[in-house]
């Protein structure tokens, strides 16, 4: 009896885990800042001031996130989040994650961002979030445009 019980909750616990990607919407990712930090003449650093939205009606946990920003079509760098942030439910949260860049690698962009103009942006990584049932994968895929004025 104990044996079926626990092969029983072995299954269903599996059913759960594999059935969360129906009932998990994806959190969406969108460029609202980038902040400069010049490390020497080649290089800076970059802070994206990415808006997360949860849409789920629970709170989900952002575990890791890998990405490439693109700007004006051009890559400009990549990074990793290894830290987990917390996003409640039906919200939208304001996260930083570092970018490390080469002047060289920013072409035509560096004219756009001096200006001003929006700058056109694409973000492509992947992500892990983990919620109360379980941990999935996501990609992200995301482009847009960014008005640097202030």
Known sequence: MKKQYLISLFA???L???CLSWVLEK???VLRE???QPRSFTEMNLLLGLDVQNPNHFDLTLKSFEYTIYLNNE?????????EILIPSSSI???QVPVAAKFKDWG???KTIITGDGLPYKIEGK??????FGSLHFPVSKEGHINLKN
């Not at 890559?75 to 830290?83: D, Q, S, Y």
């Not at 992500?127 to 109360?132: L, M």
């Open 93 to 95: 949260m304001r996260i």
């Open 108 to 110: 035509g962009s560096l």
């Open 27 to 29: 959190p969406s990712f």
């Open 34 to 36: 980038i902040i400069f």
């Open 12 to 14: 269903l616990s599996l």
């Open 127 to 132: 992500t892990v979030i983990k919620t109360t």
């Open 16 to 18: 759960l885990v594999s």
């Open 75 to 83: 890559e400009i760098g990549n990074g990793r989040l290894e830290k």
